[in-house]
């Protein structure tokens, strides 16, 4: 993968556009970068042109300047889709990043092959009440990484992956983040219940571990149930099950991917 930067930008992103295919773009979850896909990146080489992003304070992209926010992701996705003459593409994003890849499709939709969520939520739908259900939680979360990151990412491992392998990845790559980048996630509820629901024009695909939280589950089945779309609660896996069943992810977004290829032509 080239590493890249986005010009008039703190966005780092990489690209492999060797394939000469379709688009793959990754975007990842919070407190962690673009490297949690490294599984998917060695298993989609050659199958399909890559594109991974770091988000706004997140891996290499924290070089900010005033006026950078969270609410501009989609547009720098935009410009390097411009830069590189990227068409439209398929979308993969775990936890956070299922939000700007929703937030992404909102705005430039005929951008948009497919989406794949896992571990998400709607942002057109969202449930204020589900969310006040985990806020005592994830305030008590935030208070370990403003404390001590170290502390942060030993708590945050264990809820955000479930093998032991996967868990040591995630603290691995939890360990750099900045606690001077939470103030860039303080201004996630301005991507919330911003546009209507409609109709799609692409494939959608939820999803989730077996061993998520409850209230994630909950939600999956929900959201796939009231959109009528493709679900899969992945057996072995927590939170980002990207991380925690890498082959067997690979296998069913592949499958997923294809599909919506058939389903095209």
Known sequence: M???YLENSPIAYYIDDAANKEWLVFIHAAFVDHRMFE?????????????AIDILGHGNSIHTKKGDKIEKMSDWVN??????DIPAAHFVGVS???????????????????????GGYDIN?????????????????M???LFSIKWFAEANKKISAYTSE??????????????SSLMYLARLQNLINKYPNKQRK????VGCGEHDIPTEIEIVNEWAEYENCEKIIMKGAGHCVNMDVPQEFNIYLEKFLQNCHDNSV
Not at 79 to 84: G, S, T
Request: one cysteine or more; glycine letters at 2%; a positive charge.
């Open 2 to 4: 080239k590493n890249c």
């Open 202 to 205: 692409y494939k959608l695909l």
């Open 39 to 51: 599984k998917q990146f060695d298993y989609f080489s050659g199958k399909y042109n890559l594109l």
């Open 96 to 118: 956070l990043g299922s939000v700007f890849i929703q937030d992404f499709a909102n705005k430039y939709e005929n951008k948009v092959l497919s989406l794949a969520c896992f």
């Open 79 to 84: 410009r390097i889709f411009q830069k590189h």
């Open 125 to 141: 739908n969202f449930d204020i009440a589900k969310q006040k259900a985990n806020s005592k939680s994830q305030m008590k979360m």
């Open 166 to 179: 996967a868990q040591t990845a995630f603290y691995d790559l939890n360990i750099r983040f900045k606690k």
């Open 143 to 145: 208070m370990k990484a």
